[in-house]
């Protein structure tokens, strides 16, 4: 009997998730030709949600830093994109990505700071880092101190002479963002150093054991992480034009929302995030008139899911009818010349 060993990544659920993300960024990109302004603004917001999101399931799904106080990146890229355009003459586009080669360099000396601590430790230590940012920013005079400024006309008719133009530059940047922040994180974790983290995640001292880089890998996450969620946060403010120390930094906003996304779209995978701020949306929109009981709502929502789904939506579609969108894993798959049974596929 003759029989061949084919190692593969891609399943038909993949091959079609991948065709479906093509049609829907061709989808999202002519947006500006069939959608209104507030549709373009709120869709603009989710691209900003999600790349949060994708950002700290990455650190927390995939490499086990579990952070309360992604805000400081976030508030780090706002408030660099201001000051970049207004004392540093660059335009807005250029600041942006100038803010978050900034917030991955700030990323450095944290990490060196939060990666003594362990478990809820580190979470509260990143807490306590990113209100140390907002005091900080809430002495800067030149920023507005602790009631904030707004970015000078000069510098908003800079990225665009109209406002109809500025709008779409800005969502246009956003869906590329989103766009990049989700490549590169599949690429990551496709990669040597997705094995690496997978590793780290289910058994850390067994990875060291097995010479795993372990701090190296973590860092190189954390600065990734930070590079991004600065550039999302710069995105973020250069739509809002204003920004203060309480609305750059906030927890509820940039991080306990965020992992409201993750943990019900499901942490740990790829679409997670995505799902997670689809829900989110619809939620909000839906039940944002109802005051104080909008947030009761969202509990609520979190609650039974953790419930009934400890693994999120994206974790549940999984278990239940075997669908892997975007796998990460490798298959094994045996095939015969004859007609025998052929044994499941084996993941490596």
Known sequence: MSGAVTITRGTRASRLTAWAALLAVAALASAPLWAGSSNLSLLTQVFAYVALATLWNLLAGFSGLVSVGQQAYVGVGGYALFAL?????????????????????????????????????FAIGSWVAAEVFRLLASQMSSLGGGSGTS????????????????????????????????????????????????????????????????????????????????MAGALIFLQKLRISPDAA????????????????????????????????????????????LYLMMLGLVAIVIMLR????????????????PIPLERRVRYSRSNHEHKPEPTHV
Do not use: C
């Open 151 to 230: 970015l000078p006309a000069r510098v908003v008719t800079e990225m665009a002479s109209g406002r109809q133009a500025r709008e779409f530059m800005i969502y246009w940047i956003g869906l590329a963002l989103v766009v990049v922040v989700i490549g590169l994180t599949i690429a990551l974790l496709r990669s040597r150093w997705g094995l690496a983290l997978r590793a780290i995640h289910h058994n850390e001292l067994a990875a060291r054991s097995n010479g795993v880089e372990v701090t190296r890998i973590k860092l190189l996450v954390y600065v990734v992480a930070g590079f991004g969620t600065a």
């Open 249 to 292: 930094f906030s927890v509820n906003d940039w991080t306990a929302f965020v992992i409201f996304m993750a943990v019900i779209g499901g942490i740990g995978r790829i679409e997670g995030p995505i799902i997670g701020a689809i829900v989110f949306f619809i939620l909000r929109q839906t039940l944002s008139d109802l005051g104080s």
């Open 85 to 121: 355009t207004m004392f540093g003459g660059l335009h807005p586009l250029v600041a942006l990505v100038v803010a978050g080669v900034i917030g991955g360099l700030l990323a450095i000396p944290v990490a060196g700071l939060l990666f003594r601590l362990r478990g809820a430790y």
């Open 309 to 324: 789904a400890p693994r999120g939506v994206a974790g549940w579609l999984a278990d239940r009818f075997g669908f892997d």
